[in-house]
């Protein structure tokens, strides 16, 4: 599957929705949603704690590149109010 686009974008829920389809809709969808069902926390706690199911099925995947570093927006003065908040031991900090 191609990578996520960037929450924030025009495509992203989308993309997300056809994405969430095709795993759905995947071979496999059903019967591992049949053997999650069927476990109950300690069965679960029990079947993963074995060795004999801890390992990896299939080959190896490399994940795909992470998107883009999305900075969070804040203003131009904002580190220096927070900073000026702290030092005062101000718990509220208005920007």
Do not use: I, K, W
């Amino acid at each position: 599957m191609p990578p996520m686009t960037d929450p924030s974008g025009p495509t992203f829920e989308a993309q997300a929705h056809r994405q969430s389809a095709a795993v759905a809709a995947s071979d496999m969808a059903a019967d591992d949603q049949t053997f999650v069902d069927a476990l109950g926390s300690d069965e679960e706690h029990e079947f993963y704690g074995r060795p004999e199911n801890q390992v990896p099925q299939g080959p190896p995947r490399r994940r795909e590149q992470a998107t883009d570093l999305v900075l969070p927006r804040s203003s131009p003065n904002e580190p220096e109010q927070v900073s000026a908040a702290a030092e005062s031991g101000d718990r509220a900090c208005d920007p």
